[in-house]
């Protein structure tokens, strides 16, 4: 079975700009997490999507979002980038979702705003 | 509010000596209790969880972790570590509130095994 694949890997934008992470989940999965991973802030939590609608959602301001589509993949979109959204965004999936399902982890985008 | 705190930010050991990775947390509720491994340029995999019954739980590849209520803490030690152990651990709790849960991370301990 394939992992978690995020794409791209790497990504550098600019101030101000908009940005769209894409995450392919383990198939048969309809749970999709992201996070965002910072050495100052460690690793927190976005939003959760389960069979296209958000489920759960983290303390971030509404320029970030993301959605879900009928075959789970998930997009993350970030409008109006500043400095410090530098980080490694993570995308995880679970079966199910929910506090007991394991999360499947992808490698991260590592977006670098300039 | 929950929170989790990983005491050690950094923690250095000689391979085939044991290791405990701190991991504290605080909650009003009932929790769920995790530890993931981070290897470099790598996501995160779960090496172990505490749903509920009994209170020490154990991966595959030698780590254990015991959850204490009543110290609110799931530490992780292994007895003996390998070089390969060396990465990135995270503790993170998950507790369902009104209805949904939204897990927490501690900012990780960077286990550092030298030969």
């Known amino acids: 079975k394939a992992g978690v694949t995020q794409t791209p890997r790497y990504l550098i934008k600019t101030r101000g700009q908009q940005v769209t992470l894409s995450c392919s989940p383990i198939?048969?999965?309809?749970?999709v997490s992201w996070y965002q991973q910072t050495p100052g802030q460690g690793l927190q939590f976005l939003f959760e999507?389960?069979?296209?609608?958000?489920?759960n959602k983290g303390n971030f301001p509404g320029r970030f979002s993301g959605r879900q589509f009928s075959n789970s993949r998930s997009e993350m979109n970030v409008s109006t980038l500043e400095l410090g959204d530098s980080a490694l965004y993570l995308c995880?999936?679970?079966?199910?979702?929910?506090?007991?399902?394991?999360?499947?982890f992808g490698p991260g985008t590592r977006l670098t705003v300039t | 509010a929950q929170s989790v705190t990983q005491l050690d930010s950094q923690v250095p050991v000689f391979e085939e000596a044991p290791v405990e990775l701190r991991c504290n947390y605080s909650?009003?509720?009932?929790?769920?209790l995790f530890w993931y491994v981070q290897y470099p340029n790598q996501g995160l995999q779960l090496l172990l969880k505490?749903?509920?019954?009994?209170?020490l739980v154990e991966s595959i590849n030698g780590f254990e972790a015991e959850f204490n209520k009543s110290q609110t803490s799931f530490h992780l030690r292994k007895p003996s570590v390998h070089i390969s152990d060396t990465a990135e651990y995270f503790c993170?709790?998950?507790?369902?509130?009104?209805?949904?849960?939204?897990?927490?991370f501690g900012r990780g301990t960077s286990l550092i095994v030298h030969p």
């Open positions: 505490y749903l509920s019954g009994s209170t």
């Open positions: 993170a709790v998950s507790s369902l509130s009104g209805g949904s849960y939204i897990p927490t």
């Open positions: 909650s009003s509720v009932s929790v769920y």
């Open positions: 999507y389960f069979s296209e609608t958000q489920r």
């Open positions: 198939s048969g999965h309809r749970s």
């Open positions: 995880a999936s679970s079966l199910l979702g929910g506090l007991s399902y394991e999360q499947y």
